[in-house]
């Protein structure tokens, strides 16, 4: 079945560092790709996403390339801020006729001054 | 995107008891979703509801404990039914923008059982 494996966390990054947060996939076909943000008190918003092969994913600074060669979705940003402190949760979903959501376990991510 | 409200924000119940999670949307949708988020821990869906039909259950979940009803396009509920301690998660709503295949997500229900 489908699966999604994300970088663990918890990540501590200080203001202005680059961020990484690893996402690969198995998955039957092709499917899409979505980076969700949950910040501190709030609900799950979509951050970005990619529906085919290369497609790059943007959105607050944000990136996400889908690569289908290394089934990855790595999530990028060259300069974070506190405000980015968050739980990021990678998911994916295939069209095989439920399209239902299924995520990666989140990394937590802290952004220190 | 859509916006979605759930009722009630947060619950504290007792164990045995049940209780019926409310999901609006300001929109009609086709298919609706509730997911559980367990303490520290991802989504995992419990089931997916389409109007006019009977909910489509994940392995693990079942109607008896988690029945779900979808009366129109824009409304479903989930009951929690015979609560115990390991209930206590975060329930999720979400709709499918058929358009642009996004999923958006209700704020949630907290839910403590005790």
């Known amino acids: 079945g489908d699966s999604v494996t994300q970088m663990e966390g918890p990540v501590t990054l200080s203001e202005e560092a680059f961020l990484t947060i690893n996402c690969t996939y198995t998955?039957?076909?092709?499917?899409?790709l979505f980076w969700y943000v949950q910040y501190p008190g709030e609900g799950l918003q979509l951050l970005l996403k990619?529906?085919?092969?290369?497609d790059k994913g943007s959105n607050k600074g944000f990136e996400a390339t889908y690569r289908k060669e290394t089934t990855s979705f790595h999530l990028e940003k060259g300069s974070v801020q506190v405000s980015d402190s968050a739980v990021y949760f990678c998911?994916?979903?295939?069209?095989?006729?439920?399209?239902?959501?299924?995520f990666g376990t989140g990394t937590r991510l802290t952004i220190i001054p | 995107s859509a916006v979605i409200s759930q009722k009630p924000s947060r619950d504290i119940c007792q164990r045995g008891t049940s209780l019926t999670i409310q999901c609006q949307v300001d929109?009609?949708?086709?298919?609706m979703f509730w997911y559980r988020q367990q303490p520290g821990q991802s989504l995992t869906l419990i089931a997916t509801?389409?109007?006019?039909?009977?909910?489509?259950?994940e392995s693990g979940f079942v109607i008896d404990k988690f029945p779900i009803s979808r009366p129109n396009l824009t409304f479903s509920t989930l009951t929690v039914s015979n609560m115990s301690p390991e209930d206590s998660s975060i329930y999720l709503c979400?709709?499918?923008?058929?358009?642009?295949?996004?999923?958006?997500f209700g704020p949630g229900t907290r839910l403590t059982v005790t």
């Open positions: 979400s709709v499918e923008d058929r358009r642009t295949y996004e999923q958006y």
């Open positions: 998955a039957t076909g092709y499917p899409s």
């Open positions: 990619a529906t085919k092969a290369d």
């Open positions: 998911a994916l979903s295939s069209f095989d006729g439920n399209e239902k959501l299924t």
């Open positions: 929109s009609q949708v086709t298919m």
């Open positions: 509801a389409n109007q006019g039909s009977e909910a489509t259950y």
